[in-house]
């Protein structure tokens, strides 16, 4: 079957910059009201200025907010992979957020040559009684690059997140969220998008534990699969025999835009209370040819009637990012993505994404 | 402006198209009646390019070009506009995206740069006016919660923003309330030019009350068996189509 390749099979991912000669090495696009922090190689990038809330250390960086602190701006953490260090890295990054404080956080990876690297991070994650955070989660390497994150979050009383893991790019993605709720009234949701096309692997997995009454949980993972790809999607949600009003949804999303693109999704429930309102579904589909044809009726051409199918299949978890700024921001780096482009920021020269 | 010379058209390897002869000229509104199941819809189908038919004779001109060569998107830019029966869904795309996205495509292959976003929406309100359309509809996803006549009249407003050169109308009055009929009615008739033509398609002969035809043919079994002018709408509707089909 003849098919036009949207996201190219020959997207290169070629930055040149060299971050440790530069002076300053800053996202060239800052959004409004946002703080940037870089961390190159798991180090925070000593040239810029520590400010309030960070404590670096040579492996990792915590983040971390006192009592009823209220961070207005959105703290931007861009953690780049530089060829000054090629080996395997493992690092560990903290979020801490004390009883009532609140952060919006936007965490960004990127690789910065085309060299082969593999990292290993882990996000360890505490929020405290009424602590509520904003997280953005933006994945974007290139096709050699492999990285595995495992994020441990620990939720108690009336906490908030409100996560968005996007990934734009990457060879083999692996992302593991382990969610423990460990107070009442908590709500967590969760979003995720994956693009992946050419030889691309990515995989995620969930585990989201309901260990005490009366709290909320919403995930919500979507995925374009193109070329030779393939993603798996695997998620618990676990109910303790205590954890009653305990509210859960889970749904997994696939668009198979190539006939040789392979999802495995296995959403599962594991439920030990009885007054419990908690569902789960996964569904894998294919571009809708009824809609292809009404779009190409009206002129517009069958590639970019598959590029609007796509986007609005998307759509709906870009939706959850609250910043309107961040969110175009990311629509026009999916947009980019989907149409084989390279997804960075425009008026940028820097290449970080 | 098209012609249509013995066209056979299945599907699925059954024949429903059995040769159809038709010509419309610009300025002319024609009227195709018949009952269910005679090809209507498939004519319409294969004259916008719908892959699933398979056109197995004929032949189809328009504006001097071989119709049945160009792709749907190809048929659009040349001045074909179909108005679907089912108008389609399309969750996410809201109707400015897709309105913009079509208008665009249309000026690029006039050789036309983007139209700014203020002359867009002036020109969109200015056509959503022609079917009483409220702007509300403008961020919604393209028919998405739309009602039977909601839909309808999007399509008359996706007419009158591309203004095509001949646009088929298939069923366009089927599940219509009056009132929406009338503004359907009255936004086609407020889109005629002498330069344009209408093949409205259709059950009844209500909607040819507001659209009044030059031509009306009645296709049954694939075939046009009758051809005459506006009254035979009249005495379809007072006779139905069985003294056709026997005669």
Redesign the interface.
């Known amino acids: 079957m003849h098919r036009e390749s949207d996201m190219e099979d020959n997207y290169i991912y070629a930055p040149e910059v060299r971050i440790r000669d530069s002076a300053e090495f800053r996202c060239r696009v800052p959004m409004q009201d946002t703080e940037q922090q870089f961390l190159v190689d798991g180090r925070l990038e000593s040239d810029a200025p520590l400010s309030s809330g960070y404590v670096s250390s040579d492996n990792g960086v915590c983040f971390s907010l006192g009592r009823n602190e209220k961070s207005g701006k959105v703290l931007q953490m861009i953690s780049v992979r530089h060829d000054s260090a090629l080996e395997r890295l493992s690092f560990r990054n903290e979020i801490r957020l004390a009883e009532n404080s609140s952060a919006k956080l936007l965490l960004c990876s990127h690789t910065m040559t085309l060299d082969r690297y593999i990292t290993e991070e882990t996000v360890d994650m505490t929020l405290d009684e009424d602590a509520s955070l904003d997280l953005v989660i933006m994945q974007n390497e290139h096709n050699d690059a492999v990285h595995r994150t495992v994020f441990n979050i620990s939720m108690k009383r009336g906490a908030r997140l409100n996560m968005c893991l996007v990934s734009l790019h990457g060879g083999e993605i692996d992302n593991k969220v382990k969610v423990n709720l460990d107070g009442e009234h908590c709500e967590c949701r969760i979003g995720g998008l994956y693009l992946v096309d050419g030889s691309q692997r990515y995989s995620t997995d969930v585990r989201m534990n309901h260990n005490v009454p009366y709290c909320t949980s919403n995930q919500l993972f979507k995925g374009i699969l193109d070329d030779n790809s393939s993603a798996e999607f695997s998620g618990i949600v676990y109910v303790a025999p205590d954890a009653q009003k305990t509210e859960a949804m889970q749904s997994n999303h696939n668009l198979l835009a190539s006939d040789d693109a392979r999802i495995d999704t296995r959403p599962q429930l594991e439920i030990y209370a009885d007054d419990v309102k908690c569902s789960h579904g996964a569904t894998v589909g294919r571009l809708d040819e009824e809609a292809a044809f009404y779009m190409r009726s009206r002129g517009i051409a069958s590639r970019e009637a598959r590029i609007l199918q796509q986007l609005a299949f998307v759509h709906e978890v870009l939706e959850r990012v609250g910043n309107v700024e961040l969110r175009e921001r990311l629509s026009s780096l999916v947009e980019k993505r989907l149409r084989g482009e390279f997804s960075r920021c425009s008026n940028c020269s820097r290449n970080c994404c | 402006m098209l012609s249509i010379k013995d066209l056979h058209a299945s599907v699925n390897g059954k024949e429903i198209l059995k040769g159809i002869n038709l010509t419309v000229n610009a300025g002319e509104v024609h009227a195709i009646m018949g009952p269910n199941g005679s090809g209507k819809s498939t004519l319409s189908s294969v004259l916008?390019?719908?892959?699933t038919f398979e056109v197995t004779s004929g032949e189809v001109t328009f504006m001097g070009r071989n119709l049945l060569e160009m792709?749907?998107?190809e048929?659009?830019?040349a001045g074909i506009?179909?108005g679907?029966q089912y108008?389609?869904?399309?969750?996410?795309?809201t109707n400015v995206?897709?309105?913009k996205?079509?208008l665009n495509?249309?000026r690029r292959?006039k050789g036309l740069e983007p139209i700014s976003s203020a002359e867009f929406l002036k020109l969109m309100r200015e056509k959503m006016a022609v079917v009483e359309m409220n702007s509300s509809f403008s961020s919604r996803?393209v028919n998405v919660g739309f009602s039977g006549g909601e839909k309808k009249r999007n399509e008359i407003f996706?007419m009158a923003m591309?203004e095509p050169k001949l646009a088929i109308l298939d069923e366009t009055d089927s599940g219509l309330d009056v009132d929406a009929l009338r503004i359907v009615a009255t936004g086609v008739t407020k889109l005629k030019r002498p330069d344009n033509a209408t093949i409205v398609i259709t059950h009844y002969q209500r909607l040819l009350d507001y659209i009044v035809p030059d031509v009306v043919h009645v296709l049954y079994n694939g075939r046009i068996i009758k051809t005459a002018g506006k009254e035979l709408a009249l005495e379809v509707e007072k006779r139905g189509y069985d003294w056709l089909i026997n005669a």
């Open positions: 916008a390019g719908k892959e792709s749907p998107e048929r659009s830019w506009f179909l679907f108008p389609i869904e399309i969750p996410g795309v995206n897709f309105m996205s079509a495509e249309h292959q996803g996706q591309l």
